[in-house]
């Protein structure tokens, strides 16, 4: 599609053009349904068809109008056209706990032996992009797409507080004890006593009109407003809700929408011939506060989206064949919400220990504050390989994508939620010319995952609460026995439980280019 940008015959022509463009778009907002993209972390692999076959690479090929997903310099050189994708994404997710070792002997938390997979596992991804000349020296355009989530759902199991500890001892109902007391009494309350369903759900949308500005017949500078929408919820962390400056907000407050923006900008350039590059900043995206999870998420309820940016170079060989490389850098450390580490020393006796003991202060090492538990991760480097080959009625696609998943093995209580360890992405896709202005795109993807295994720090302990005092069990709140410290060492050991985290995705997708 590209080319040199010509003018259309009619008014009329523009305003039934302009007309289709935004009403792709409406329908596209209509269909976005609750995302489950956890391919680069929550980032997708691609966002155009042609992209999701190549492996998600394309910063300097300029295949449609979704270019601007990722490069918004790229609809310089492309005809007038409309790009419409739809793709049917299946995440497989699943985390096993291991039994606790055979000396292990107290336990503040585990989760109970076995294997869950997640449900929900078939989501409609739509996409759209629509791009018009404004002359010789450049074009606009108007995209939408989704960046996507986690949306996980365990139905089952439960979870073992006090563990080893007689007359304290309690299971709860759901994976992370957010249901209620499965057998006796709850004398510490450690129950959630709330629907025993675990997992969150998370989708982002983007909107985002973009111009492009020729610089000559070989370079193009991009710039795109970002608006993005987040919607949010999660269910199943009750058990933790005492264990964060705003107890009720932690957990099943239903969805919340929030909204934000930011700004992408973007080079296309042709240095040789044959040869183009292309390079894409984004900024951090400001969002608003999730009010309803102010408890849950670090900086009371902060949940912004990571800068990225990425390169890449277009090949061409001969008019037939043509090869891909890019590099994507996203920095998920920066958002504290998401990069903050699991301190299991500073989280039970900063937190948890005084918590049970009727301490009601706020502490900068329970859920909700700035330096609070987070998910751990890690930025990623995301390298991209595609091939396309290109005959006069059709063009065949291969792509290669490789990254080293976020989540530390330190890492892997919390991220049983969110187990986002996709490594390579195998793709393959077709075109085909349907009519001189109509093409009909393909794509295929495979995710694998790595697996991830970590030790569940709190599962076994020293702690014996009893001996820490507490509400309800005849003790003053935070005394303890003459000689006896309140402040003890928490963290893994070989008798804890190991956590198993696996993923592992399918993707098919089809689209359309029509040129004008």
Excluded at 47 to 60: D, E, H, M, N, R
Aim: charged fraction near 15%.
């Amino acid at each position: 599609m590209t080319g040199p940008v010509g003018h259309s015959s009619s008014q009329s022509s523009h305003a039934t053009n302009l007309r289709s463009g935004l009403l792709a778009l409406c329908l596209g907002c209509g269909l976005l349904s609750p995302a489950a993209f956890a391919t680069n972390g929550y980032f997708a692999h691609g966002y155009s068809v042609s992209q999701k076959a190549l492996g998600g690479a394309g910063t300097a090929l300029a295949n449609d109008a979704l270019i601007a997903a990722i490069n918004p310099a790229g609809l310089a050189r492309l005809d007038d056209s409309l790009a419409v994708g739809f793709s049917l994404f299946s995440p497989i997710r699943e985390f096993t706990a291991s039994a606790r070792g055979a000396e292990a002997s107290n336990g503040i938390m585990a989760i109970s032996p076995g294997t869950q997979r997640s449900h929900n596992e078939y989501f409609p991804l739509p996409a759209v992009a629509y791009k018009r000349s404004l002359g010789d020296w450049g074009s606009w355009g108007i995209s939408l797409y989704g960046n996507g989530g986690m949306n996980t759902e365990y139905t089952d199991n439960s979870a073992v507080f006090a563990q080893g500890q007689v007359g304290v001892e309690t299971e709860c109902a759901g994976s992370l004890g957010g249901g209620r007391a499965l057998s006796g009494e709850d004398p510490l309350g450690f129950c959630g006593n709330e629907r025993q369903r675990t997992g969150v759900d998370m989708a982002i949308l983007f909107l985002s009109p973009s111009l492009a500005v020729k610089l000559g017949e070989n370079h193009a500078l991009g710039i795109a407003p970002v608006f993005a929408m987040n919607r949010f919820a999660v269910q199943g962390l009750g058990a933790f809700a005492q264990f964060s400056n705003a107890p009720d907000k932690v957990s099943s407050n239903g969805h919340e929408l929030t909204y934000g923006g930011g700004y992408r900008l973007g080079w296309l350039g042709r240095v040789l011939p044959g040869l183009r590059l292309g390079a894409s900043y984004q900024s951090r995206i400001w969002m608003d506060e999730f009010r309803d999870y102010a408890g849950l998420f670090g900086e009371q309820g902060d949940f912004d989206i990571p800068e990225s940016w990425n390169i890449g170079l277009a090949l061409r060989l001969s008019p037939a064949h043509e090869f891909l490389l890019d590099y994507q850098q996203i920095n998920y450390s920066d958002i504290r919400s998401v990069g903050n580490a699991f301190d299991p020393n500073a989280f039970v006796n900063n937190c948890a220990i005084p918590r049970l003991f009727g301490d009601t202060a706020e502490s900068a090492d329970c859920l909700g504050s700035a330096t609070g538990p987070g998910f751990g991760w890690r930025d990623m480097s995301i390298y991209k390989l595609g091939y396309q080959y290109v005959q006069a009625h059709y063009k065949l696609r291969f792509g290669y994508s490789h990254t080293e998943q976020p989540i530390p093995s330190s890492e892997a209580l919390f991220n049983v939620l969110a187990p986002g360890v996709i490594e390579q992405h195998f793709t393959a896709g077709a075109s085909f010319r349907w009519s001189q202005r109509l093409w009909i795109d393909t794509a295929l993807m495979y995710g694998a995952g790595a697996t991830v295994r970590g030790k569940n720090p709190l599962s076994n302990t020293e702690a014996n609460l009893l001996n820490l005092g507490g509400a309800g069990l005849g003790l003053d709140p935070l005394t303890a026995p003459a000689g006896q410290d309140t402040a003890n060492a928490f963290g893994a050991d070989p008798n804890d439980q190991d956590l198993t985290l696996k993923m592992d995705q399918f993707e098919v997708s089809i689209g359309i280019s029509w040129s004008y």
